[in-house]
């Protein structure tokens, strides 16, 4: 059964005509993930019981036509959306044991359509980094690359994908964490406006960027599953009301596209950004105005300070949200404490690595009286000036194109000992979450073996079209179907 | 400046305990940040309101109803509780 390098829309196609069950497919990827995880380390609790239950449901589904596009496939969740049953990690020493009493929404709807959840993917901690480094189950591995970072912090989830370990799987994107890796591994993936997907469930880093969304190998996958997790939820208070109910279509023509016009920053192509990825983004462009697409250069100015606001806000709302972590509800809890402060003190110096330490008392910092407004204040003003520049570029173009990263995967280790490399790597998609708009990361090429990644960013709720652009190029182009070659076998 | 007893303050705010080494480690860290955002001093911002939340739309609340179905059946998550209450050191002698 040679089906690892079939997309979901193909394996879909292939459960429907009966050419495979979704036990036989489950049972394919469990061993699939059996036999190459161990060289990826990217999941980090495999429940292959669980799996085959949902599997054999699906089975009846499709047996009695109640099924959908995604009934039955398998789908692998990034440790952070809550698992009834199933353990739920963050990737932290202080959820090591943590088994949710109940379903993230994401996972809930995907459940409902009689998806098949495998197991849960490796992250960084608390999803708080951009190399998959800082988790306590160990390092993750780029499939392209083995000495290269997945990045992160859906390192997990974009590592498996790419050397088709499953099909698909579920990321969050605080600050990059599902464009970065998958522009990293070679794959398409969407952060949606904020507020269209619901957070239920899903664990807390920074409340007001957090967005979960799909990493899969193109646009038409994304799109497919995009469409099931969207929605109002009325368990998220910032579920937003305006979340478009109707099914995303891949309806954009290429007679649709003269009328079409995409904006290219320059200040996301300064020297900051490596000269080749700058190349190949714009031998991509050639194809998009070979399909009709019309360019503009623009301006996308104070561009500089996204990364210290980001930082400030992501941290100072990860203080407050990871404070819930005391040794008493739930989670890591210290031997014999003295009394209820030691109880926390030794609870969190135990449960938490020191990236999620530093972040926590950064935001604590931030926040706390006397630079609350040096801080803090500054960094939402500067947040109002990134949102509004988008604004202002949307009112001239109806879509931005940027590299995602200003490098391919970078070494293990090259920059775990230097912070501020790291938070820096995350330039181009951090004003994304500032201004909660929806953007997707897709395969350009290659720069010395390693994938490329482009976004394509767009205004709140347009998610139809920036997927319906990125499966025009996908249609053109082969980069989304390239496999490592280390995986691109049974 | 930010040094060694202000990481300790900002530890003791953030409930987590130090050693020695983090103390080092964590006041140098955030030296090192702190350098990255005060890049920003030069920045005219007096007459740009703060944005906390991008989309500006009022957050909606739901009924003040208790939930006859809990689906969080939180108490059996706690690591140390006795079936009705979660347990912690004694507060009041």
Avoid at chain 1, 105 to 119: A, D, P, Q, R, Y
Avoid at chain 1, 235 to 259: C, G, H, I, R, Y
Avoid at chain 1, 340 to 347: K, P, S, W
Avoid at chain 1, 388 to 406: E, H, W
Wanted: hydrophobic letters at 35%.
């Amino acid at each position: 059964m040679d089906i690892y390098n079939k997309s979901v829309v193909e394996l879909s196609k292939l459960l429907n005509k009966k050419k495979v069950s979704s036990l036989e497919m489950t049972d394919y990827f469990i061993n699939r993930i059996k036999s190459f995880d161990p060289k990826l380390n990217s999941f980090i609790t495999i429940d292959e019981d669980h799996a085959r239950k949902q599997a054999k449901i699906a089975d009846e589904l499709i047996a009695n036509n109640n099924n959908n596009l995604l009934t039955g496939i398998p789908i692998a969740h990034k440790d952070l959306f809550s698992t009834k049953g199933m353990l739920t990690t963050c990737a932290s020493k202080m959820l090591e044991n943590y088994t949710p009493p109940f379903d993230a929404t994401i996972v809930n709807k995907l459940n409902e359509v009689g998806m098949v959840n495998i197991g849960k993917t490796n992250m960084d901690e608390f999803a708080m980094g951009s190399s998959n480094e800082s988790s306590y189950f160990g390092v993750v591995k780029n499939p392209w690359d083995l000495k290269k970072v997945p990045g992160g912090s859906s390192g997990g989830s974009a590592s498996a994908v790419a050397a088709r370990l499953i099909p698909i799987a579920t990321g969050s994107d605080t600050g990059g964490s599902i464009r970065q890796p998958a522009s990293f591994c070679g794959l398409t993936g969407l952060k949606p406006t904020y507020g269209s997907v619901s957070r239920y469930g899903m664990i807390a880093y920074a409340s007001s960027l957090d967005q979960g969304g799909p990493i899969a190998t193109s646009a038409e996958d994304c799109a497919l599953l995009f469409n099931k997790i969207k929605g109002y939820d009325k368990n998220d208070p910032t579920s937003n009301f305006n979340t478009d109910q109707d099914e995303v279509k891949l309806a954009l023509k290429k007679q649709d596209t003269k009328n079409i016009t995409i904006g290219i920053p320059k200040e996301y192509f300064s020297k900051d950004l490596d000269r080749n990825i700058s190349d190949i983004i714009y031998q991509s462009i050639e194809v998009f105005k070979k399909l009709g697409f019309n360019f503009k250069e623009i301006s996308l100015p104070d561009h500089d300070y996204t990364i210290p606001a980001y930082y400030i806000i992501a941290s100072a709302e990860a203080s407050s949200n990871l404070s819930r972590y005391d040794g008493v509800k739930f989670g890591h809890r210290c031997d014999k404490p003295k009394n209820l402060e030691d109880l926390y003190l030794r609870t969190r110096k135990e449960g938490f690595g020191k990236e999620v330490k530093k972040r926590i008392m950064i935001g604590a910092y931030a926040l706390s009286s006397g630079y609350y407004d040096e801080y803090y204040m500054k960094a939402l003003k500067i947040r109002r000036i990134i949102r509004d520049n988008f604004i202002n570029a949307f009112k001239d173009v109806d879509y931005i194109f940027a590299p995602t990263c200003p490098s391919t995967a970078f070494d293990l280790g090259e920059k775990s000992s230097d912070a501020l490399e790291m938070y820096l790597s995350d330039i181009y998609t951090t004003p994304v979450n500032l201004a909660g708009l929806p953007a997707i990361s897709i395969p350009v090429g290659f720069s010395n073996n390693m994938p490329v990644g482009m976004q394509i960013i767009g205004n709140y709720f347009t998610e139809a079209n920036i997927l319906s652009i990125a499966h025009l190029f996908q249609e053109e182009t082969g980069w989304h179907n390239r496999i490592p070659e280390d995986f691109d076998h049974e | 400046m930010f040094d060694k007893s202000k990481v300790k303050d900002v530890a003791k705010l953030a409930m987590i305990e130090l050693d020695d080494e983090d103390l080092i480690y964590f006041s140098d860290e955030i030296v090192e940040f702190l350098k990255l955002v005060n890049q920003t001093d030069n920045l005219e911002l007096s007459k740009i309101e703060p944005l906390y939340h991008a989309p500006e739309i009022s957050l909606h609340a739901r009924e003040d109803e208790v939930d006859k179905n809990p689906k969080n059946d939180g108490i059996n998550s706690s690591p140390k509780h006795n079936g009705k209450h979660f347990i912690v050191p004694k507060v009041i002698e």
